[in-house]
């Protein structure tokens, strides 16, 4: 596979950011440094990370010598590996996390940066239904989790916008729990009782290729552009190694920087990196490219959904800004 000088470039840009960043030379970990990233687009910078060893590379230029990292598929929740010490770093969804790094006891959830920015989309079959108002006693919305998923948490937040803050729940009685893969086959077969999905790309892609689907609306028009995934890790590993934090924010956003640039690239990594997946390069290369999907290490959103979360019980307390839930590392990004 071949990238040509773009690729090089970029490349060599991932190394001048890490040199850059480098203050004091670190021993790196005698054990790897585990990350869990699902094979996911909602996860791809962390898929450029691996396949252009982007840590490493950054580590030794910051005079951290060797750092080993050992790649995995998340098995179960993410957020509860990182709480038992079963992996270093993992994707988590926003909402989780916010309830993660909610709680009082070590060890402590933060975000080294976000990962992906895009919206979820909501789709229904039942032609009647233009918007939220529209839901019946008969119809059936499927989420990918009740109460704590960004999906979930959205509708929630569209019937407080709709109906007044104390009828937030106003929808909940048409929220049913399916995985976004089952419900997309259910929704595309109209077989069975469910006639909505909230979720994302590519599923929400392969719906409205379906002429009797339709978009009823997204949670950027509920929420405005927000981030959807962060790298979550603990304060342990930031206590063990602050250097090794700055590394890995350098190469995350080292491989922002390429896929913004070179989509192309960045799709074929995906591919095979993931190499199962079915969707034509082509697509995956414009699903990328989409102006509404954005990869960006600063937080966008997460404000505003911590306090509605605050608002409605979700969370104990409501962070004074982003940057309480972040690294220091992370704090000069320009997030919201």
């Not at 071949?2 to 190394?15: K, N, P, S, T, Y």
């Not at 959103?301 to 972040?326: C, T, Y």
């Amino acid at each position: 596979m071949v990238f040509g000088m773009r690729r090089r470039e970029l490349i060599a840009a991932a190394l001048l950011v890490g040199a850059g960043l480098a203050a004091r030379p670190a021993s790196a970990q005698a054990a790897p440094l585990r990350i869990a990233r699902p094979l996911d687009l909602v996860a791809l910078p962390l898929v450029v990370m691996q396949h252009e060893h982007l840590i490493e590379r950054v580590a030794e230029s910051m005079g951290l010598g060797e750092v080993k990292i050992a790649w995995s598929a998340p098995a179960g929740d993410p957020l509860d590996a990182l709480a038992k010490g079963e992996t270093d770093l993992a994707a988590a969804e926003v909402a989780p996390f916010l309830i993660a790094a909610d709680g009082d006891t070590p060890p402590q959830v933060r975000a080294i940066g976000a990962l992906a920015q895009r919206p979820y989309v909501l789709v229904s079959r039942n032609r009647t239904i233009r918007t939220i108002r529209d839901f019946g006693p008969k119809d059936h919305i499927a989420v990918p989790a009740l109460k704590t998923s960004g999906p979930a948490l959205m509708l929630e937040m569209a019937a407080a916008q709709e109906w007044g803050p104390e009828h937030y729940d106003q929808l909940d009685r048409f929220v049913v729990a399916q995985p976004d893969a089952a419900a997309t086959d259910a929704l595309l077969s109209g077989k069975g009782s469910i006639d909505a999905h909230f979720s994302r790309t590519p599923y929400a892609d392969d719906e409205l290729g379906d002429p009797k689907i339709h978009r009823v609306m997204d949670s950027f028009d509920i929420a405005g552009p927000h981030s959807v995934t962060v790298l979550a890790t603990t304060m342990r590993l930031h206590e063990r190694s602050p250097e090794l934090c700055k590394a890995i924010l350098a190469a995350l956003q080292s491989a922002d920087d390429l896929i913004a640039k070179t989509p192309g690239a960045a799709a074929e990594m995906f591919a095979a990196t993931v190499k199962d997946q079915d969707i034509p390069l082509e697509d995956l290369s414009d699903m990328i490219g989409d102006p509404d999907l954005a990869y960006r290490a600063a937080s966008a959103g997460i404000m505003r959904l911590a306090e509605f979360m605050h608002q409605v019980g979700r969370l104990k307390r409501q962070p004074a800004s982003w940057q309480d839930l972040f690294l220091p590392e992370a704090r000069d990004l320009k997030g919201d």
